[in-house]
């Protein structure tokens, strides 16, 4: 299971980083896995939000382009998502996944358990 961790609450402007580490029985190989992020909003589908290839290419979600950024450390088995500028409309359940497929179309593979991210105006 991948945990995430960081979620919170902030006004909007504010900035929180999500963690999202996986553990060395899921992913053994870490360095090689393709990681995302996606959110979640109340009554809402998951939407993709951010997602990096193992080789370091990223894909992002044309709303949080220039305000989120996603990088990984390969050592701790960790992607983040870094996300600046929050605004109300990104208040949603973050969940970090291990993603198979293309920048053009990502398939998730397995969940994190999701953290709730809350912007308030």
């Known amino acids: 299971q991948l945990v995430e961790s960081g979620g919170g609450w902030v006004h909007a402007g504010g900035s929180l980083r999500l963690s999202c580490k996986a553990p060395?029985?899921?992913?053994?190989?870490?360095?090689?896995?393709?990681m995302a992020w996606y959110r979640q909003a109340p009554g809402k589908q998951r939407d993709l939000v951010a997602a990096?290839?193992?080789?370091?290419?990223?894909t992002y979600a044309d709303s949080v382009k220039g305000r989120f950024t996603i990088t990984r450390d390969n050592g701790k088995r960790t992607v983040y998502l870094q996300m600046n500028n929050l605004q109300p409309d990104d208040t949603a359940v973050y969940y970090c996944?291990?993603?198979?497929?293309?920048?053009?179309?990502?398939?998730?593979?397995?969940w994190g358990q999701g953290t709730q991210v809350t912007v308030s105006s």
């Open positions: 990096q290839a193992a080789g370091g290419s990223t």
């Open positions: 060395r029985d899921i992913l053994s190989v870490f360095s090689s896995s393709d």
């Open positions: 996944a291990k993603v198979r497929g293309t920048p053009q179309s990502w398939t998730p593979q397995s």
